[in-house]
């Protein structure tokens, strides 16, 4: 039997040295609004006490996840699985014909070799995507990335507190409106749903420090990429990992989900192209 070679133990990193510190205190978590989705338990609103923590003004990259790889070797669940999901408008038309659409959204499709390395599977690449946000990472993924890099997931409380940027209960982290003149604010889909943007708008991540950082300095806390949290999706739930700020797919046809309020989730294991991670840790 041939055993792998050992893992290099976690430099001092350059990563939690580079994370916001925020004071923490007491917010209002969570919204009663009616464009909410009751059954995500979004509310009731309620008076939350988050202590001094860091967090990452962006999500994590690929460039950074690359060097996390090149480091430990780690090799992601998508990788190890030989599949991941990713949105069917984005695929090459030979991928596109041998990759099955999932049961219920057939926007999605299941495909083969799809992975943070080729975000659309075969052929694709994120050499012109280093300053983008890393998808195709599952939970477990992103908890060996925090082991590396001496850092952690937020929790959900974090996340919010921080997405607010001091804005007490706003829809997004600059306001209640979605857009400023008629500009968008985030990266969500621009146009008709599942159609390709046509006006604009990115078709896919943007990297991760478009549009204008909220008031504690957090690039793109809304749309982009669905950012994992530390938590339980609910109280005794044994699978299901909470996920927080919608992702480049919402669109409020149909998932309005990129309000700092909204939540979702999604098995450990799992991945899809529009999943990816912010990182936090405990006051230096």
Known sequence: MTLAPPRPPARPSRVARQLLSLPGGRFLMGTDDPEGFPADAEGPVREVTVEPFRIAATTVTNAQFATFVKATGHVTDAERFGFSFTFGAFLGEEVAAVSPPVPGVPWWRTVDGASWRRPEGPGSHVTDRQNHPVVHVSWHDAQAYCAWSGTRLPTEAEWEYAARGGLEQRRYPWGDELTSDGRPLCNIWRGDFPDLPADGGHAGT???????????????????????????????????????GGSYLCHDSYCNRYRVAARSSNTPDSSTGNIGFRVAADPA
């Open 206 to 244: 943007a990297p991760a420090k478009s549009f204008r950082p909220n008031g504690f300095g957090l690039y793109n806390t809304v749309g982009n990429v669905w950012e994992w949290c530390a938590d339980r999706f609910a109280p005794g739930e044994e699978t299901a990992r909470a996920m927080r």
